[in-house]
């Protein structure tokens, strides 16, 4: 039994549930819903949600979006979570799938709440929601997806024989998996390009005079298109009512909670701010820094200059950890002023964008030190710049005679290349850790370049006390990131016995 | 009679370039985009480089005569294009927080020497000589070709950026609406050089060829010869051929090490090299392509996609002066693309030397004539009395392209609102 929304069918729900509602397993949700909840449930929902996207950013960095693997992982946090995602229903189930499309309804539009407020916030909630849509469209089969996307009112327009026999050739070319036969076969529609974006990006499609020419399995490309920009507006709109919701004081301090969860500890509040000295940099850079941040101050040390991306992946780091304005002036300053910059020109140009990101200029929004899945995502590095991830924007033999030049034993370093293979970046990092600090478990999840060095500086101090404090993950919104790191502050004795414990839960969660 | 620019006389010159010389006419005509938008040249911002390096940001005007009027105050040494804003720019601090935006944009690109220096043997950082110009003239092609057939952009401007590299700017409505997330996979799209210091290869051609990849291949194809090996010289030392050889899979570069010694010419060189390649097709992996990838690594355009995909990016002006060479950000004649020769684009000292000799004669023959003509009259013959006058007559056919789009707008705008 389907839930077809054909008013012939007796569909039985029971209680306040209505029939015609929710009629597929996913939705654009386009309309707000309109009924009375309790708070317990608005908070329970939005949580659940949440958690539900944070599993979805994690596979999506660990897994390929298509392969088997991140589907079965996903379709287990969807049942945990009793999130909807099944297409057919049997009748037994039709109340707890409407319940659940409820659900799922109710929390998207609650999370929007919480994520429209920044720049930053918007790009990582659309960005998830858009891997959870695709993820569901795609286990919808031809017949469902058709009917999904005419009750959306997307219409798309196919070419003719003709058209399809002459590009024969390009098409071919162009759509991946597409022999020719299998080209006769399919259906091909034209789209402005401007509507399907994911394909033109990473040129897997056929452009002529500004229209795309795709296949009817890469709709979904375009389907996705129009979810994101749909939402980006919303969202927007969202913004502009959002003073009137948050003088709620019922809904404040949980929306407060809610978006500064997802980044976990953001490095930017600083409590160690003003205790490092410059001098201690150099040993810094070797002993606790990651790798990005030490190939940065190598480049930085020998170029005496960086391009825009690395120094502010770098100079973002430094402010993390504990440089003042002044010091970060004074070490840009007499780095640049050994190379090609003259003093005057320094305090110009470079020092303004330093005072920028330190949220003294312009529009003084103190900038947060990027996360590692900031670095390893957007803005790749090109020609004459060294920012970046080193696993992951590195190629693998630079990077194999980089670890041997750090004394790294080769067991290690195949290790750390295994890793990046299989695109566990953030993995290898932690391998790189383990290696340069000889410890068998690091002890944490690694996603954040200032994470690795306030570790780092925790086990090179000896335990509790660290030179440069750090506020404990106590708060319950950290539950929702990683475990509270555990190894590194455990007293010696027990060391031992708690590593074979900690394994399983600690760095291997990714 | 020396026209050697120099730095330092740019306050005597820029006034007499500003009030002679820069075509504001057609510059307003392009801005103004036949005024069929409201507002449009009044919320788009300019940036001013000032003497000192004073730079400021957010400026506006109303009119061809304000601009005017301004840039003839200021003198500015360099300017730069911005947005088309939601407000006037100079409104940004008064309007409501979040609400001042950019909206509109030519979409743009930049293509920078700088960024070709691991490929170059001849120059690095911001030199450039005719060998490696060829270069630029690669990638206008190759780019040109696809704006215009792939993406069906019709009013593409290319213009030499004064010293090392050339800018285009995309015209059309569509291009100007764009959003960010468009220019992006727009510049993506046309991306095929990747990775920064670190990587060694840096082309991955997909398996099949893009049809997009085949048509810039045949424009390579073109070019490679000539330039690489014997203008570049890529495969006559050995630390070149090294570096080559680097580019392709160990089994096929044991080979052809064994090869080379066997041959003299850097030619031949090549020949074995596309040979063995041939001959290794069936045991070589999916994606790896030989000599098309050391193709593309040392010719295939390599643009800065973030100029590309901020609708707020500031690019330099068209016809603004490069401080440092002296030389007019002039456009290109795609007619004449491999004639182009950036070493004989006029300096500012050039051309106002050349509007002075005209002068003196003007005075000598047609004193009577000049007097009582409006400024701007005179300025339009006075630009075709210097070496500018081919560059301005390109910009002139490109706008009046782009007029004859709009009047069709204009027509159906004021039918739609029954001005008649």
């Known amino acids: 039994m389907l839930f077809s929304g054909r008013r012939q069918k007796i569909v039985r729900l029971t209680g306040d549930r209505q029939a015609d509602l929710y009629p597929h397993s996913l939705q654009f949700y386009g309309q707000p819903p309109t009924e009375n909840i309790s708070l317990s449930e608005f908070e329970t929902f939005a949580v659940d949600r949440l958690k539900l996207l944070k599993t979805v950013e994690n596979l999506g960095v660990s897994y390929v979006k298509t392969s088997d693997q991140y589907a079965t992982k996903l379709e287990g946090e969807f049942r945990k979570l009793h999130f909807p995602y099944r297409v057919e229903t049997d009748e037994k189930s039709l109340d707890t799938e409407y319940d659940k499309r409820r659900k799922d309804h109710i929390s998207h539009f609650i999370l929007r709440l919480a994520y429209c407020q920044t720049e930053d916030l918007r790009r990582w909630f659309i960005q998830q929601e858009m891997d959870l849509f695709r993820y569901r469209f795609h286990m919808l089969s031809k017949e469902p997806a058709h009917d999904f996307l005419k009750f959306n009112n997307l219409h798309y327009e196919s070419i003719s024989d003709e058209e399809k026999n002459t590009l024969k050739e390009e098409l071919i070319n162009s759509s991946y998996g597409f022999s020719a036969p299998k080209v006769e076969d399919h259906d091909f529609y034209k789209v402005p390009f401007q509507d399907a974006l994911d394909l033109v990006r990473g040129r897997k499609v056929y452009l002529r005079e500004g229209l795309a020419y795709i296949p009817h399995q890469e709709i979904v490309a375009i389907v996705l298109n129009d979810f994101r920009t749909r939402l980006s507006k919303a969202l927007a709109i969202t913004a502009r009512s959002l003073p009137e919701v948050q003088s709620d004081e019922r809904l404040q301090p949980l929306l407060n909670h809610l978006s500064h969860a997802y980044v976990g500890q953001d490095y930017s509040i600083q409590k160690n701010i003003g205790k490092i000295s410059l001098e201690q940099i150099d040993p810094f850079s070797t002993k606790s820094y990651p790798l990005c941040m030490r190939h940065l101050h190598k480049a930085l040390r020998e170029n005496h200059h960086l391009r825009h991306g690395g120094r502010m992946q770098y100079g973002l780091f430094l402010k993390g950890i504990g440089l003042t304005l002044e010091q970060a002036l004074q070490f840009w300053r007499s780095e640049f002023i050994k190379g090609k910059v003259d003093a005057d020109k320094f305090d110009k140009t470079y020092a303004y964008s330093i005072r920028h990101s330190f949220g003294k200029e312009g529009k003084r929004t103190d900038y947060t030190p990027y996360s590692c899945m900031k670095i390893i995502l957007s803005n790749p590095p090109s020609q004459g710049d060294h920012h970046g991830c080193p696993f992951r924007h590195s190629d693998p033999e630079l990077l194999k005679q980089k670890l041997q030049s750090y004394k790294i034993h080769t067991n290690g370093i195949t290790q750390v290349l295994d890793l990046v293979k299989g695109m566990h970046y953030q993995l290898a990092c932690q391998k790189y850790f383990e290696l340069t600090h000889s410890v068998d478990d690091c002890g944490f999840s690694l996603n954040h370049p200032n994470q690795y060095f306030v570790e780092s500086q925790r086990i090179l101090n000896g335990g509790r006390e660290i030179k440069t404090e750090v506020t404990q993950n106590e708060t319950p919104q950290q539950i929702l990131t990683n475990p509270a790191p555990k190894s590194a502050t455990v007293p010696e004795e027990n060391a031992a016995k708690t590593k074979g414990a900690t394994k399983e839960a600690g760095c291997k969660r990714n | ?420």
Not at chain 2, 17 to 23: A, D, E, I
Not at chain 2, 67 to 95: C, F, W
Not at chain 2, 311 to 333: A, Y
Not at chain 2, 399 to 409: D, F
């Open chain 2, 1 to 420: 009679m020396s026209y050697e620019y120099d730095q330092a006389s740019l306050p005597d010159l820029l006034p007499l370039y500003y009030r002679r010389l820069f075509p504001f006419s057609q510059y307003f005509r392009w801005l103004n985009y036949g005024g069929v938008t409201k507002n449009y040249f009044q919320n788009r911002e300019f940036s001013f480089t000032l003497k000192d390096d004073i730079y400021v940001r957010y400026q506006c005007f109303n009119n061809q005569s304000e601009l005017e009027k301004e840039m003839q105050k200021m003198n500015p040494y360099k300017i730069d294009i911005g947005a088309v804003y939601s407000h006037r720019p100079s409104q940004h601090n008064t309007v409501k927080s979040g609400t001042f935006q950019a909206l509109e944009k030519e979409l743009v690109f930049d293509i920078d020497m700088t960024d070709y220096d691991d490929v170059r043997n001849c120059c690095s950082a911001a030199e450039i000589c005719s060998k490696c110009w060829t270069l630029m003239t690669i990638a206008i092609r190759i780019l040109d070709r696809a704006l215009k057939e792939d993406f069906g952009f019709k009013h593409r401007l290319w213009v030499y950026s004064g010293r090392r590299g050339v800018h285009c700017w995309v015209c059309d409505e569509a291009a100007r609406k764009l959003t960010q997330s468009a220019r992006a996979a727009v510049a993506e799209y046309l991306s095929a050089v990747k990775g920064g210091e670190e990587a060694i290869k840096k082309v991955q051609l997909s398996d099949p060829i893009h049809p997009f990849i085949k048509e810039s291949l045949k424009v390579l194809q073109h070019y490679f010869e000539d330039y690489a090996l014997v203008n570049q010289d890529i495969l006559g030392s050995k630390e070149s051929i090294d570096k080559v050889l680097a580019l392709l899979p160990e089994e096929v570069r044991d080979l052809l090490q064994n090869d080379f010694l066997k041959v003299k010419t850097a030619a031949q060189r090549w020949e074995c090299l596309k040979k063995r390649v041939l001959q290794m097709q069936g045991a070589l992996k999916k994606g790896v392509y030989g000599d098309w990838d050391i193709m593309f690594q040392y010719c295939y355009p390599r643009l800065d996609t973030n100029v590309s995909k901020g609708i707020n990016h500031l690019l330099k002006s068209p016809f603004s002066v490069h401080p440092k060479t002296g030389r007019v950000s002039v456009p290109i004649d795609l007619k004449l693309l491999d004639q182009f020769d950036p070493f004989a684009v006029p300096t500012i000292s050039l051309i106002c030397q050349e509007l002075d000799k005209a002068l003196e004669g003007d005075e000598e023959a047609n004193d009577k004539e000049n007097e009582g003509e409006p400024e701007q009259k005179r300025r339009v013959r006075d630009y075709k009395k210097t070496s500018l006058a081919k560059y301005v007559k390109v910009f002139e056919q490109f706008v009046e392209k782009m007029e004859q789009s709009w009047k069709g707008e204009l027509l159906k705008k004021s039918d739609q609102q029954k001005d008649f």
